[in-house]
């Protein structure tokens, strides 16, 4: 089955700065890449997803890169607010979505 | 994208006990599945909840200790039987409007499951 890591575990930047989480995954028929965020005592959101016929997509302060052949993909967020302190998740799709271990971000002010 | 109602939030239960959540959305949905988030940790698909027929089991997972049921499309309800302490997780409901990359997965707010 398919087998998702991610890195770093934590990650801590200060305000404005950039923060990128990279994920790796196996199964090279999965074909659907989300990225969700876990706020404490939520569940998790979608932000952003990508599909394997795209190389990259942004929104707004967010953007997903995906290399197929390298089998990774990663999450940037540009301009980091106190808001974007949260857990991040990245998953992969082949016949079930299989998850990262999780990315936990805090911003400083 | 779909809303989830999942109740209840959260509930504090005695170890042999049985909990039973539900999941209500609000339009309907191919495909309906149940998660497992234990403390400090990602997410565990337990099964596909289908519509009319038995669940579908993922490894680790089954049915006498996480029945499953799923009468109709827009509503699925998993129990927890005869639970003890290392139960105690979310428990996530999630759903898609068709199975496949074509449509995102959205998840409930999880019911926080602490067992005593």
């Known amino acids: 089955g398919e087998n998702v890591e991610q890195h770093p575990s934590t990650l801590s930047v200060q305000e404005g700065d950039s923060a990128v989480i990279k994920c790796t995954y196996s199964d090279s028929a999965s074909n659907y890449f989300p990225w969700y965020k876990q706020e404490l005592g939520k569940g998790p959101q979608l932000i952003i997803d990508?599909?394997?016929?795209?190389g990259e997509k942004k929104d707004q302060r967010i953007a997903v890169t995906l290399n197929k052949t390298a089998k990774h993909f990663s999450l940037h967020i540009t301009e980091t607010q106190p808001e974007d302190s949260a857990v991040y998740f990245c998953?992969?799709?082949?016949?079930?979505?299989?998850f990262g271990a999780g990315t936990t971000v805090t911003v400083r002010a | 994208s779909a809303v989830i109602s999942q109740k209840p939030s959260r509930d504090i239960c005695q170890r042999g006990t049985s909990l039973t959540i539900q999941c209500q959305v609000d339009?309907?949905?191919?495909?309906m599945f149940w998660y497992r988030q234990q403390p400090g940790q990602s997410l565990t698909l337990i099964a596909t909840a289908n519509q009319g027929s038995e669940a579908t089991y993922e490894s680790g997972f089954v049915i006498d200790k996480f029945p499953i049921s799923r009468p109709n499309l827009t509503f699925s309800t998993l129990t927890v039987s005869n639970m003890s302490p290392e139960d105690s997780s979310i428990y996530l409901c999630s759903v898609t409007l068709r199975y496949g990359a074509n449509y995102g997965y959205t998840f409930g707010s999880g019911t926080r499951l602490t067992v005593v």
């Open positions: 990508i599909r394997s016929n795209v």
């Open positions: 339009s309907q949905v191919t495909m």
């Open positions: 998953a992969a799709l082949d016949y079930k979505l299989s």
